[in-house]
């Protein structure tokens, strides 16, 4: 009864989960995945919208892990589409042999810890019970969906698509008229491909988004070769950037130069494109004159982009600092708005009252509709946690746990649930960082640290209350002057009625964070008490040992 089935139970087949899957069978333990879709890929599998791809470089977002696989898989653009990167999943998965461990189409319904013999009991929607010594969490910080209820929804005749539960078969919008709620980052990519193809695309926006141009462009052959040839360094240095790319952040601040000089390098960025944009100068997200200052050049930009002026204005966003909801990356997004089928609707002006079998009822009349698509985001980052049903000592609920906000250590580990591990938790760089690289270091960091028990011959870690004290207190030393606070977004809870108002990601950069999880490894996992056998009584601190 006290053996285990298993040594590890990876939650989740995404890029953690696969990652998970091959760094842990590596060290010799055995892993057993279970995985909801009938496939890997976890957020490029789900989210299939027209538009979808990643706004991080291809050449970044792929996996460090393996010079052979960089050197063998060839990227096509400079941001992959969601196609691609679910090819490259796939592929890792094959060249891995990573399928082997995954149980598809199987949904981790319940994680109880056993107290008596330390191990972890995995109900599964396939109805296995199995017990594992450890648990690792990959199931995404953008994996459960917000679905808003709209009332009267379930009378609507038409189709209703949300953008992180694509059909797999295309979808065709021709001659038909769509309503898109949702202006965030899946949105702002989908809004263009619509635009083409429906009769009349209406775009309900509660709040206006910064989105900055991608320039995507191919790549060519000789120019992929080269950027290849110096992969290394590449790596190098994106593991010393705050964003886990090779681009470093600049020291300088927004009144150091002059306005010319601003603007030129505002432009410059501009032009470059991409989710760096907010980085033109150092105290952009700490300093809200130098904020306004980059707001201003954007809403130039969109005055430019969008030719009739009421529709510009009622796209610039207001009363909240660029950066502090994700910046979105588009294609373009703002002209779309000068096509004569694509109609903005401001929903503060124009509030939904309800769903009716033919369309949407505006305050100001009802809409027509065919079809209608929620891109409505995700209760980020906790939400596929609190959602799973797990009980740790004391058959304590996480989601009770967490009822007032999420505390973790590192974002990797909770107190009370032993041996139970999260790849980019609450607490963690995750979401501010290049997710690939951000996984590849909390996968190798929960190996090292099992490693460790084993070469110590202890039964597990369980995160101590004090060291997550410790690890919030950090993590709000950080953020205090953080002007992510001041919009209501996803990172801190908002979007979720109920949600408590928590900042959630860590936003002292990479480098730091992987300099917090050296310490705490270093010092024989500091703030982690190490599980003797299976006797309660035998518990001891690592501290105390040493
Ligand atoms: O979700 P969001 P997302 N009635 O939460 C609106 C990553 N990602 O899926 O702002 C009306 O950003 C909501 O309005 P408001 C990326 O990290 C990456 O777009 O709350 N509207 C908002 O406009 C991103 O940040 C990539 O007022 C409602 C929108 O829906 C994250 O995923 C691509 C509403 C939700 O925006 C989430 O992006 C895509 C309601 N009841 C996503 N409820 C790339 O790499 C919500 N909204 C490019």
């Known amino acids: 009864m006290n053996q285990p089935d298993v040594d590890v139970v990876v939650v989740g087949a995404g890029i953690a989960g696969l990652y998970a899957i091959h760094r842990l069978r590596g060290d010799g333990l055995t892993v057993r995945c279970f995985e909801a879709g009938d496939d890997v890929g976890g957020t490029w599998y789900w989210n299939r919208y027209p538009g979808a791809r990643c706004d991080v470089e291809s050449l970044d977002y792929s996996f460090s892990f393996s010079p ?4 063998d898989w060839n990227w096509t653009e400079r941001y992959a589409t969601q196609p691609e990167i679910l090819r490259y999943l796939q592929y890792v998965a094959d060249r891995f042999q990573l399928r082997s461990a995954i149980t598809f189409e199987t949904k ?24 594992a010594r450890f648990v690792v969490l990959a199931t995404g910080p953008l994996s459960a969906a917000s679905l808003p209820f709209l009332p009267g929804q379930e009378g609507f005749s038409g189709r209703i698509f949300h953008t992180s539960s694509w059909p797999h078969e295309p979808v065709d919008f021709s001659g038909r008229r769509v309503a898109v709620i949702g202006t965030g980052s899946s949105g702002i990519q989908l809004i263009p491909r619509v635009a083409e193809q429906a009769e009349a695309l209406h775009v309900l926006q509660r709040t206006p988004n910064f989105s900055v ?13 080269d950027a290849k040839a110096g992969y290394r360094e590449r790596r190098k240095l994106s593991w010393q950037c705050a964003a886990g790319t090779p681009y470093p952040t600049t020291v300088v601040k927004t009144f150091e130069v002059d306005e010319a000089e601003r603007e030129r390098i505002y432009e410059q960025r501009w032009q470059v494109g991409g989710a760096r944009f907010p980085r033109a100068f150092a105290d952009v997200m700490a300093d809200r004159t130098a904020n306004a200052q980059v707001v201003a050049f954007v809403h130039g930009k969109i005055n430019e982009l969008v030719t009739d002026p009421k529709v510009a204005n009622r796209l610039m966003p207001q009363g909240y600092p660029l950066g502090a909801k994700r910046i979105c990356v588009d294609t373009g997004y703002y002209a779309s708005f000068n096509r004569d089928n694509v109609t903005l609707v401001d929903l503060p002006q124009d509030p939904i009252e309800a769903i009716e079998p033919d369309g949407i009822r505006l305050a100001s009349g009802l809409v027509e509709v065919d079809d209608l698509v929620f891109a409505t985001g995700f209760d980020a ?10 009980e740790g000592r004391d058959g304590r609920q996480l989601s009770d746990t967490w009822s007032a906000g999420p505390r973790t250590v590192l974002g990797v580990s909770v107190a009370g649930y032993p041996n139970l591990f999260i790849v980019n938790g609450p607490g963690s760089p995750s979401v501010l ?3 690939v690289l951000t996984s590849e270091q909390q996968v190798n960091w929960i190996a090292d640290a099992l490693k460790y028990l084993g070469e110590h011959d202890l039964a597990g870690l369980e995160a101590e209350e004090a060291a997550q004290e410790a690890w919030d207190e950090h993590c709000s030393s950080l953020a205090i002057n953080s002007l992510m606070f001041e919009a209501d977004s996803w990172y801190v809870g908002a979007n979720i009625p109920g949600k408590p108002r928590v900042l959630l990601p860590y936003v002292g950069g990479l480098p730091r964070y992987m300099e917090q999880c050296a310490l705490v490894a270093d010092a024989g996992y500091r703030g982690f008490t190490s599980l003797r056998g299976t006797s309660e009584a035998a518990r001891t601190s690592k501290d105390q040992d040493d």
Do not use: C
Request: net charge negative.
């Open 381 to 390: 980052m906790t939400g596929a946690i609190s959602r799973m049903n797990i």
């Open 213 to 225: 141009p991608a320039h995507n462009w191919f790549w060519k052959d000789e120019d992929l070769a």
């Open 68 to 71: 052979e696989l960089e050197q």
């Open 108 to 131: 981790v319904e319940g994680l109880s810890f056993d107290e008596a013999s330390l191990l972890w009991n995995v109900g599964t929607s396939g109805g296995e019970e199995l017990r």
């Open 433 to 435: 960082s290049n997710m």
